[in-house]
């Protein structure tokens, strides 16, 4: 398991850096710790009750959306980020209760950082356009999630 992740915000987002004001454009992340046990492992069961639902109500899901929520990536037979969020999304776990355990988590542990220096606040988290903090949560969950699950 890599224990770094990044994204490159298609919006920048604005921080206060040594007495200035500045826009920030990558967000990079670390493997959660036992400071976030509670939040991780309520994550982890959301996640695994959605893609098990999942699997179970195939046949009742349109087959377009199961295709494009749980389908598997050829090479690396894992999730990508936007497969991870389609996922949450079609099945029937409460999505806004699932993103806010994940910020509570991000802001909590301390987990992300702007432009490698400053930490993600609440403040700065709620900047965010929705998109880039669902590929933020979904790129998140693949670089750390699934490989604990594997």
């Given at each position: 398991m890599d224990n770094k992740f990044e994204y490159v915000l298609?919006?920048?987002?604005?921080?206060?850096?040594?007495?200035?004001?500045?826009?920030?454009?990558?967000?990079?992340?670390?493997?959660?710790?036992?400071?976030?046990r509670n939040q991780l492992v309520e994550i982890k069961q959301m996640?695994?009750?959605?893609?098990?639902?999942?699997?179970?109500?195939?046949?009742d899901v349109a087959p377009e959306a199961v295709n494009q929520g749980a389908k598997k990536d050829e090479e690396s037979n894992?999730?990508?980020?936007?497969?991870?969020?389609?996922?949450l999304y079609v099945s029937d776990i409460d999505v806004a209760k699932f993103q806010n355990?994940?910020?509570?988590?991000?802001?909590?542990?301390?987990?992300?950082?702007?432009?490698?220096?400053?930490?993600?606040?609440s403040t700065l988290i709620d900047q965010l356009e929705l998109?880039?903090?669902?590929?933020?949560?979904?790129?998140?969950?693949?670089?750390?999630l699934l490989p604990s699950l594997q």
């Open positions: 298609k919006s920048p987002i604005k921080y206060a850096s040594r007495g200035e004001q500045v826009l920030g454009y990558k967000i990079s992340g670390q493997a959660p710790t036992g400071r976030v996640f695994i009750k959605a893609i098990t639902g999942l699997q179970k109500s195939s046949n894992a999730m990508d980020s936007k497969q991870i969020m389609m996922a355990i994940v910020r509570d988590m991000f802001i909590h542990g301390q987990l992300l950082k702007v432009d490698n220096e400053v930490v993600l606040t998109d880039e903090f669902e590929n933020i949560i979904g790129g998140y969950l693949q670089s750390f």
